[in-house]
Every structure is written in C-alpha cells, then in structure tokens.
C-alpha cells in the first residue's frame, strides 16, 4: 500500500517504523526539520518537510495515489483538514486523529464517542483519549480486569486478569480446567514472555491470563480466576479529556465517583458539567488529601493526568492507602513495565491506543481489524475467509495450525461459534484469530485464495 502519514510525533514514528517493516511505501510529512531528520536517520521511507494541511504538500505527497492518508499531528483542525483535502485531492482513505472533546461527538449529557465514520467527509475520525477511557469503564465495571478489549462489534471480548497465589485454576492442565461455555484461555504472560498455551499446560502464580470469548459468560469466568466484586466506587485523578470522559461514563453506570483536579477553574466547569460525580479541588500526590477523601476504600484508583511522574506518584499513594486496583496513565509505553514492577496494576497509554488503531486501516482487505498485546508479543486478527481461500469447507482439526496460534472464534452471520476441531469456515465467515508474530504468515496464508 502507498500511505501518507502526516505528523511525526510518538504516535506517527510508531505508525512510520510498523508501515515500513511491513514494507508498506511511505510518505513521512512534518512541518519540524528535526521530527524529519529523526526519520531520515532511522527509517528507509520517502520524507516531505511541510504544513501537512497545505494542498501543495500533499499534492507533492502523491496523496492522489494514496491507498491511505493517516494525520496524526498534534492539532486536531490540521489533520481535518489534512484528511478532508487528502480526500478530495484523489485518497482512497483517510483517517484523522483528534484529542479534544470539541470534536468528541459529545453534546449535553450525551457520552463522547471514541470513533466516527465520515464526519466532515473524512472515513474515520477517531479519539484516542476517549477509546481509552472507555477501555478504562470496561474495567471498573468488570470484577477483576486488567485490560477488556471488544472486537467483532462487540460479539466477542479479550479480558486480560492477573493470578494470585492461590485458586483452583492453577497447576491443572488447561485441558481439564471447567471454564464457562464460550470461553477460552487465549494466552498466558509469564515472566513477561507471552505464549499460547496447549491443552497440557498449566497455570501459575503470578500469570497474567486472557480469556477470549462470549461476552455474556465473561463476568463468569473471572470469577473463576480471581475472587473480587464489581467496582462501586471510583476516584479519578486529573480532569481532562480522559479523566472527564471517564467520570461520566462510570456516573452513568451509577457507580459512585469522585474526581480530583489540581486547576480551581477547571475544577468548577467539571462540578458544573458532572452534577453526580463529587469534585474536589487538590493535588492527587499529596497524602493529606488523599487520607481525607478515604481513597483507601475506593475499589479502583485512575490517574490519567498529562504528568507521567504525577500519575505514577498518586498511583503509589493510593496503593499504599489499601486501594483494590490502581491505573496509572503513561505517556512513554516504554515505561509501562516499569510501573508494573512498582506495583501498578493497570498500565495504559493514549500512544499505544492511538497507533493500534491507525494501523487497523493499514491492512488487505481480508483482514479487518488487528489488535496488538503485550507490545507486540501478540496479535488478535479478524479475517474474513475469500470463498477460494484454503480454510474454507475444511474441518479445522485438519488445518495442522502453525504453533503460536489459536481460532478463537467464528462469526457466521448474527451467530458466534467458538470453534470444535469438528467445526468448519465458510466462505465470508469472519475468523478472529489469536497468533504470535511468527505464526501470523502461515495463518494469513490459509484466508487468501488459493492461487494466491
């Protein structure tokens, strides 16, 4: 594919590196000589330097020509307006990001939206700040999770819970364990290392687990694994897109919020905005405070201010007052690991939400959706089986499947399967696979026609 990738901050490195080992052709577009002389040096793509939302720019980018054009600078009415132009100049596709509320899809009490289709003519207009706090709904509203994903519109669901030192699911083959119906153990974290597990493996303690499967049986299965109740109360730290968006989601969902903000102005718009949720106005890092409102007794903790140090400070703080879980905002996911061995239980970044979801659009057409875990140990594929392609007609425990990868699920129509070896893929079905990066060749290999 030829993409156009316009802002060369965190988020569009990441998009550049990812195209360019997948050997995509590639435009790198910034209005900063040194964000370009970084691409120069490190990667082998073509670079223009230029106000990316100037039409003689992406005329000299080609955009024209451009299977897609992906805007990611840091202004959301640039890469609007990049992506609009991009599209009537001639692209195929274009995908914008923005990071205000202004352009949330969010008007009165209605709560944002994370994506949306077509808006101002542009194919996709998506908010990484409000996919992640949505993320982070998911979880408060969960009984033990680390991390939910939704894919196939929401027909099937990733939960990611952590193993304690004790529970009836460990040190029994995965073979004998009696999990719900609908639900399987997709993939186990072991001293950091990912890998798919086989019916003779069994779990320890300390795993991190993640069950793939029907969302209606989720709730079930985590309680198998790890023993707490759903979170009633909450308290946020930092108000702003993230923080905001979180609070009314949750307060919708009638779960008790307190939110503290350390700007006294922004503090009384959100009193004004969120007439459930309990503003205080204070700093989330001090002690005093935190003692006083009880955080202790809050079921999750969430700081998502736009200060890493902050975050991790009033994450420390909160875990050490006898909060059940603690979520901490990282604008480096290279630190996240580090936060993890402090003792932050959830790690998330606005980066890493926004780069998965751009590259969702960099793929054939066989593939619609891609979901990365464990930095990149792990990848979730939804693909749609070509009516010629080898997996067609053919019961799956004769596939031989590469070893690192697991058919998670069958979408047939409105019905979902998690798939028997006796089962077999029609043609259009989509297929939600869960594979290593070695395995996901030879998984690709089985959905495109055979003569391919």
Not at 10 to 23: A, F, I
Not at 96 to 102: I, K, L, P, T, W
Not at 400 to 406: D, F, K, Q, S, V
Request: charged share 25%; hydrophobic share 45%; proline share 4%.
């Amino acid at each position: 594919m030829y993409i156009v990738v316009i802002g060369l901050g965190q988020v569009g490195r990441h998009v550049v590196r990812t195209l360019e080992w997948e050997k995509h052709d590639v435009v790198a577009v910034d209005s900063d000589p040194e964000a370009i002389r970084v691409i120069e040096d490190n990667h082998d793509v073509m670079t223009l330097l230029g106000y990316g939302a100037s039409q003689r720019v992406l005329r000299d980018a080609r955009v024209a020509e451009a299977d897609l054009v992906v805007a990611v600078t840091d202004h959301d009415e640039v890469n609007l307006i990049a992506a609009l132009a991009a599209r009537q100049l001639g692209a195929k596709r274009a995908v914008a990001r923005v990071q205000g509320n202004e352009w949330s899809g969010a008007s009165g009490e209605e709560l944002p939206v994370g994506v949306q289709y077509g808006l101002l003519g542009v194919d996709v207009v998506f908010n990484p700040r409000v996919l992640l706090a949505q993320e982070l709904a998911k979880i408060a509203q969960s009984h033990s999770a680390l991390e939910v994903l939704d894919l196939a519109n929401d027909r099937i669901e990733v939960v990611q819970v952590e193993l304690g030192q004790q529970g009836r699911m460990l040190r029994k083959p995965l073979a004998k364990l009696e999990l719900p119906t609908g639900i399987l153990v997709g993939a186990v974290v072991r001293d950091g290392r990912l890998f798919i597990p086989g019916g003779a493996d069994v779990l320890l303690p300390e795993d991190r687990v993640y069950l793939i499967g029907l969302p209606e049986r989720m709730m079930e299965a985590e309680d198998l694994f790890v023993h707490r109740h759903a979170t009633s109360s909450v308290c946020i730290v930092g108000g702003g897109v993230i923080g905001e968006s979180l609070a009314r989601m949750l307060a919708s969902s009638q779960i008790d919020v307190m939110l503290i903000e350390r700007d006294p102005a922004r503090a009384v718009r959100l009193a004004e905005r969120l007439p459930t949720v309990t503003v205080v106005t204070g700093d989330g890092t001090q002690m005093e405070l935190l003692k006083e409102q009880r955080v202790g007794s809050r079921g999750l903790f969430a700081a998502v201010t736009s200060e890493d140090e902050v975050n991790l400070m009033a994450g420390l703080l909160a875990r050490r007052l006898g909060v059940d879980r603690t979520v901490c905002l990282v604008h480096r996911p290279d630190y996240g690991e580090i936060y993890r061995q402090l003792g932050i239980d959830i790690v998330v970044s606005p980066r890493t939400v926004a780069s998965d979801h751009v590259l969702r659009h960099c793929r054939q057409h066989e593939l619609q959706s891609l979901t990365v875990l464990e930095d990149g140990q792990a990848e979730i594929l939804e693909l749609v089986a070509h009516p010629e392609a080898r997996i067609v007609g053919v019961p799956l425990r004769r596939l031989a499947l590469p070893r690192g990868a697991l058919l998670a699920a069958v979408l047939k129509g409105d019905t979902v399967i998690i798939p028997g070896g006796d089962d077999e893929v029609d043609a259009s079905d989509t297929v939600v696979v869960l594979t290593t990066p070695a395995a996901r060749a030879s998984i690709a290999r089985l959905f495109v026609r055979r003569s391919a």
